[in-house]
């Protein structure tokens, strides 16, 4: 998420982005059901599970979730102060595993941003100074093509490189291309998770046409249907959904607004769960792209997640499997040895030889499906 830090240093000074690609008002029910989902979230405070994205995206909402919101902002300035402003002699062997990534870093300042707090002193000089530092070691780094393009959109708008106008001119109009041609017949920018930030840069687009207008139209008619069937469940992903349906963006914390009114959210109501006898499924597991290939039915218990049927499957065979965690939840980096390579990634399909829309954590197999790995290159 190297854009996003470049996006947060871009913030200050600028005017507010155009608001061409329209999401006009979603059903309030819906977008309250979605923000439900985040307040079990809000209560897991280890450092291992805090996480500034949850806070951003509801600031960047309508919605709000009272004291336990301001406790959770409380909460991360605690983490995020004690383990990036750790004196160095300080540090020890397992510090290094416990500081922030760069997105984490810059998600975190976001979240002050928008509360209203611009720090500095010596304090935010230091904050800054690290990001800096991630920036540099990342600079080459793309992780999504909308956040690259948001942060484009900052430099086209702040004028501070005028003699590098056209170059970025051209690189954002080029992302966008991109963007716009990896939409989906569903509606979807590349897959359903991609699409919430793939919207907040199209949103703030200064280069109207019929042709985004028509994409942003069907976009939307993909995420209604997606909150109808409950696709989203990942907190990180609803809280980069609830902003676009609030027409907002990251970019809008250049001038955040902290008086404007937002709905309390309450817990939702919960059914008393039905004693039930327990169920297994049988799910066929294969691996494809490489030799030899890997076929095996596994038993889990229904209700069981693509990431434990995995884990099922490591624990009583020969498959073996890596994954890396990620903002959006763990990805495949290794499956029965073999690493995905530079211009390599593991895919999820599943029956019929469908692109898996969810992550691994969030996925759960229905009795009888088949789900297969498959090596791919770009």
Same mark, same amino acid.
């Given at each position: 998420?190297?854009?996003?830090?470049?996006?947060?240093?871009?913030?200050?000074?600028?005017?507010?982005?155009?608001?061409?690609?329209?999401?006009?008002?979603?059903?309030?029910?819906?977008?309250?059901?979605?923000?439900?989902?985040?307040?079990?979230?809000?209560?897991?405070?280890?450092?291992?599970?805090?996480?500034?994205?949850?806070?951003?995206?509801?600031?960047?909402?309508?919605?709000?979730?009272?004291?336990?919101?301001?406790?959770?902002?409380?909460?991360?300035?605690?983490?995020?102060?004690?383990?990036?402003?750790?004196?160095?002699?300080?540090?020890?062997?397992?510090?290094?595993?416990?500081?922030?990534?760069?997105?984490?870093?810059?998600?975190?300042?976001?979240?002050?941003?928008?509360?209203?707090?611009?720090?500095?002193?010596?304090?935010?000089? *230091?904050?800054?100074?690290? #990001? &800096? @530092?991630?920036? =540099?070691?990342?600079?080459? $780094?793309?992780?999504?093509?909308?956040?690259? /393009?948001?942060?484009?959109?900052?430099?086209?708008?702040?004028?501070?490189?005028?003699?590098?106008?056209? *170059?970025?001119?051209?690189? #954002? &109009? @080029?992302?966008? =291309?991109?963007?716009?041609? $990896?939409?989906?017949?569903?509606?979807?920018? /590349?897959?359903?998770?991609?699409?919430?930030?793939?919207?907040?840069?199209?949103?703030?687009?200064?280069?109207?046409?019929?042709?985004?207008?028509?994409?942003?139209?069907?976009?939307?008619?993909?995420?209604?249907?997606?909150?109808?069937?409950?696709?989203?469940?990942?907190?990180?992903?609803?809280?980069?959904?609830?902003?676009?349906?609030?027409?907002?963006?990251?970019?809008?914390?250049?001038?955040?607004?902290?008086?404007?009114?937002?709905?309390?959210?309450?817990?939702?109501?919960?059914?008393?769960?039905?004693?039930?006898?327990?169920?297994?499924?049988?799910?066929?597991?294969?691996?494809?792209?490489?030799?030899?290939?890997?076929?095996?039915?596994?038993?889990?218990?229904?209700?069981?997640?693509?990431?434990?049927?995995?884990?099922?499957?490591?624990?009583?065979?020969?498959?073996?499997?890596?994954?890396?965690?990620?903002?959006?939840?763990?990805?495949?980096?290794?499956?029965?040895?073999?690493?995905?390579?530079?211009?390599?990634?593991?895919?999820?399909?599943?029956?019929?030889?469908?692109?898996?829309?969810?992550?691994?954590?969030?996925?759960?197999?229905?009795?009888?499906?088949?789900?297969?790995?498959?090596?791919?290159?770009?």
């Amino acid at each position: 998420m190297g854009h996003l830090g470049a996006l947060l240093f871009l913030l200050g000074g600028l005017g507010a982005l155009a608001n061409i690609c329209e999401i006009t008002e979603v059903d309030s029910t819906l977008v309250e059901r979605l923000g439900q989902r985040l307040l079990p979230w809000m209560d897991r405070l280890s450092q291992e599970q805090l996480n500034p994205s949850i806070y951003v995206g509801l600031r960047l909402s309508s919605l709000q979730a009272g004291a336990k919101e301001a406790h959770y902002l409380h909460s991360l300035k605690l983490s995020y102060q004690q383990s990036l402003l750790r004196p160095a002699s300080n540090k020890d062997d397992n510090d290094s595993e416990a500081k922030p990534s760069m997105g984490q870093l810059a998600l975190y300042l976001l979240a002050l941003r928008a509360n209203c707090e611009f720090i500095g002193g010596r304090k935010g000089d *230091r904050l800054v100074s690290q #990001l &800096k @530092r991630f920036l =540099e070691d990342e600079k080459r $780094a793309i992780d999504t093509m909308a956040m690259a /393009g948001m942060a484009f959109s900052c430099l086209e708008l702040s004028n501070l490189n005028p003699k590098q106008r056209n *170059r970025i001119n051209l690189a #954002l &109009k @080029r992302v966008q =291309e991109k963007i716009l041609k $990896a939409q989906t017949p569903e509606g979807y920018f /590349g897959n359903v998770y991609s699409t919430p930030l793939a919207l907040q840069l199209l949103m703030g687009s200064l280069r109207p046409s019929v042709e985004l207008g028509t994409a942003c139209l069907k976009a939307k008619a993909a995420l209604q249907a997606s909150l109808q069937h409950k696709t989203f469940q990942n907190p990180l992903m609803i809280s980069q959904l609830l902003p676009v349906l609030n027409q907002k963006s990251y970019v809008d914390l250049i001038s955040p607004d902290c008086q404007a009114p937002r709905a309390l959210l309450e817990p939702a109501l919960e059914t008393p769960p039905q004693a039930k006898v327990p169920k297994f499924i049988d799910v066929l597991l294969k691996v494809s792209g490489i030799s030899p290939s890997y076929r095996h039915s596994v038993s889990v218990p229904a209700g069981s997640s693509l990431e434990d049927i995995l884990k099922n499957a490591q624990e009583h065979g020969r498959f073996r499997f890596r994954t890396q965690a990620s903002l959006s939840g763990p990805f495949l980096t290794s499956v029965l040895g073999r690493k995905a390579g530079e211009r390599e990634f593991w895919q999820v399909l599943r029956d019929p030889d469908t692109p898996l829309q969810q992550g691994i954590a969030d996925y759960r197999p229905k009795d009888g499906e088949t789900i297969e790995l498959r090596l791919v290159g770009w």
